[in-house]
């Protein structure tokens, strides 16, 4: 991040001012108001029955609009947001990252992690995914950070891995979520916290008869490459963990980080999926079995599918997926193809409204929408902790359910978490209602008559229904609108209401 001279200026003297507001918590919700990132004075609200395009692609591409984005994006042109989100190394995305750089472990070595308590680290991690999923401008990199961090899924309390994820998510997940697939799985099949959540440290060259350490293998074929029916057997589960053997770690010097033992290693033969692997191939049968595995016509499938339900439904269009794996094998297994085919087909524009959220993007897109001021402090943790939806805390390796039953059971907390977040009592967040219902056009007695509406369709991105405008209205009707409680309960129901939880 380069910041310039009238920036720091700018900074400084926010800095300055906020001295005398001993231990203002803030902050940074000052400085992102001085520099562009506030709730802006007035903010259009659709009246279209159907839910707006821009709406429902900031939705989906990423966790929801922040006040101002869909007028932002509107003006650039949903084609042109596209392209640059497809490369979010051009986006400025300093006000983020002036909130998300106070987490010292994220960027350190995994030897450096090890002086840090479990504790610190597991809140870390999570608080520092949050806010950059809730601040980032590059949404669409923060959705697939979500999604490959699932697709690879690391449950951080199962030994070592806590202290080796930061790295993890740094080096392999952000690195590689809009690059290649081939890139991702190899940089995850050598990830130092994989090498413990999958056993793979533990994968050795076993005597006549002896079977290696299988666990990562199967993985690797079921979930991370070909899929469950991807048209593999146990015989090349077994050949891929031979290949896999004699990768440990340092526990010395360079603690936590990978190295090959040659004399761990089975430097056979290996037939993987009808393709041969040569003896005496040593480290690099790793990246032969890999580009195997990326090459096979049921991982271009697998992963396609998964996009597709992901952005799309979660029973992906057949044509688009056929089309999605297209781009993947045409590309050589590069995602942004894939993503652009999605984003830009009928079935995307078409899918409005369709899927449930989960609770982390439920919380998140609560944050965005109402301009919410959060540093990610215990109390968001443990709204997301009793949903079931704490980052990283997910002990399988098919990582969190994509479909919506397993996530009705949370209704009850994300009821609370929308009234406690607007009536400013969580803890995790301050919002300011004024503010926003100002902006909405909810300044004076008169146009509150019509709150119900006016909210509904700022934040939901449609008209409601005559049945949703009904049951809301009668409950604006039994409050007095003047009062800042009664104003902070309707804006909650909304938050809370079926349709803000579909996206």
Request: hydrophobic share 35%; proline share 5%; net charge neutral.
């Amino acid at each position: 991040m380069k910041v310039t001279r009238r920036d720091f200026l700018a900074i400084s003297g926010l800095i300055g001012c906020s001295l005398p507001l001993s231990g203002c918590s803030n902050l940074n919700g000052l400085i992102a108001d001085r520099m562009g990132g506030g709730i802006p004075e007035k903010l259009p609200v659709t009246n279209d029955p159907q839910i707006d395009p821009v709406f429902h692609l900031l939705s989906r591409a990423g966790f929801g609009p922040r006040p101002g984005d869909i007028e932002r994006v509107r003006q650039q042109g949903t084609k042109a947001w596209i392209e640059e989100q497809l490369e979010p190394e051009k986006i400025d995305d300093r006000l983020c990252d002036l909130r998300a750089r106070r987490f010292e472990s994220i960027e350190l070595d995994p030897g450096m992690c090890y002086e840090f308590k479990r504790e610190v680290l597991r809140k870390d991690l999570s608080r520092y995914h949050l806010l950059r999923s809730v601040y980032s401008k590059r949404q669409l990199l923060e959705s697939m950070v979500e999604f490959f961090s699932d697709h690879f899924n690391i449950y951080i309390e199962k030994g070592d891995c806590i202290y080796l994820k930061a790295t993890d998510d740094r080096a392999v997940i952000r690195k590689n979520a809009l690059g290649c697939f081939r890139d991702l799985v190899l940089a995850s099949a050598l990830s130092p916290a994989m090498l413990v959540y999958l056993d793979g440290k533990e994968n050795k060259k076993e005597g006549p008869g002896g079977i290696p350490n299988e666990n990562y293998a199967r993985e690797l074929l079921e979930l991370h490459t070909l899929g469950v029916d991807g048209g593999y057997t146990q015989k090349d589960v077994y050949e891929a963990a031979r290949c896999l053997t004699g990768w440990r770690l340092h526990s010395g010097k360079g603690r936590g980080t990978a190295y090959f033992d040659k004399s761990l290693h089975d430097d056979g033969e290996k037939v993987v999926l009808g393709a041969k692997i040569p003896r005496g191939g040593g480290a690099k049968d790793v990246e032969l079995l890999v580009d195997i595995a990326c090459r096979h016509p049921s991982t271009a499938r697998h992963i396609a599918g998964k996009l597709v339900s992901h952005l799309v439904s979660q029973e992906a269009p057949p044509a688009l997926t056929k089309r999605v794996a297209a781009r993947y094998v045409e590309s050589s297994g590069k995602i942004k193809p894939m993503l652009r085919e999605i984003l830009l087909s009928q079935e995307f524009r078409s899918s409005a409204g369709l899927k449930m959220k989960r609770p982390f993007h439920y919380v998140v897109s609560c944050l965005r929408a109402t301009g919410a001021d959060t540093m990610a402090g215990d109390q968001l943790l443990e709204y997301l902790t009793r949903m079931g939806h704490g980052p990283f805390q997910y002990p399988t390796p098919d990582g969190y359910p994509a479909e919506a039953n397993p996530w009705l059971g949370t209704l009850l907390w994300r009821w609370n978490f929308a009234f406690a977040l607007c009536s400013n009592s969580s803890g995790a967040a301050k919002i300011s209602l004024s503010r926003l219902w100002s902006a909405v056009g909810l300044n004076d007695a008169s146009a509150r008559s019509n709150a119900a509406e006016i909210l509904f369709s700022y934040f939901v991105g449609r008209r409601p229904q005559n049945s949703e405008l009904a049951a809301i209205q009668e409950f604006a009707d039994q409050r007095n609108l003047e009062d800042e409680m009664a104003r902070a309960e309707l804006t909650g129901l909304i938050l809370s209401s079926p349709a803000f939880q579909k996206v």
